[in-house]
């Protein structure tokens, strides 16, 4: 059971250029979430989906856009990628309340 | 909007109890939770209670609940060097939106 997976572990953007992170579960949970995590801070809700063609914002939208096409995939954009962007992104899902399941994280730096 | 707060540092000698806490301020949350993050990991859920509860142990954790004042603890008894994360306090309400919103975490040092 692989729970919940995330890619890439590592990445390095300059500014400008976009990419997409990728979370994936496969305990068919309705219910995923994106947050960030900078440095020595707690974690902040970016975007949130309660189910497969709905998604919703969090506390930091700005500069993020999300889909949920299916069920188990649920992937965050950048599209114009900043500085303030830096930062450890962490993918979860839950069947709603109850235990949240993490990835293992996506460190991003933009330069 | 919903918001949860904790301090961001406690330190404490091996051996003895560690008290984490957090303040939050939606009253409809439903299910608050701890979890621990080590060095360069995601998140585990260490323990949870509903809000129809005030305490729950389990082990050498305790969690205790105060509903009207909107405080949570994490007591963890004979703190071990291997308790060294950040505890995260989250909370999570079935009020329709199911936001899983997280505090500000809590840096815990264990000195031997």
């Known amino acids: 059971n692989a729970g919940v997976t995330q890619t890439p572990k590592f990445r390095i953007l300059k500014i400008g250029q976009s990419m997409t992170l990728q979370c994936t579960q496969d305990m068919n949970h309705n219910y995923m979430y994106w947050y960030r995590q900078d440095p020595g801070m707690g974690l902040k809700l970016i975007y949130y989906?309660?189910?497969?063609?709905?998604?919703d914002k969090g506390e930091v939208p700005n500069g993020y856009n999300v889909s949920r096409s299916t069920t188990e995939d649920f992937p965050l954009r950048l599209e114009l990628a900043a500085p303030s962007q830096t930062s450890v992104y962490f993918c979860a899902s839950t069947r709603g309340t109850g235990e949240a399941f993490f990835g293992q994280g996506t460190r991003l730096t933009v330069v | 909007g919903e918001d949860v707060e904790q301090s961001l540092f406690l330190s404490v000698r091996e051996g003895d109890s560690s008290v984490i806490n957090c303040t939050y301020t939606d009253s409809s949350s439903t299910y608050l939770y701890w979890y621990k993050q080590e060095p360069g990991a995601g998140l585990q859920l260490l323990t949870y209670i509903f809000s129809n509860m005030d305490m729950k142990q389990d082990q050498r954790l305790t969690v205790l609940l105060n509903k009207k004042d909107k405080h949570l603890s994490l007591r963890i008894a004979d703190t071990q060097t291997g308790d060294s994360a950040i505890y995260f306090c989250?909370?999570?309400?079935?009020?329709?939106?199911?936001?899983?919103?997280f505090g500000t975490g809590t840096r815990l040092k264990v000195l031997a």
């Open positions: 989250a909370v999570s309400t079935t009020s329709g939106t199911y936001k899983y919103i």
């Open positions: 989906s309660v189910g497969a063609g709905i998604t």
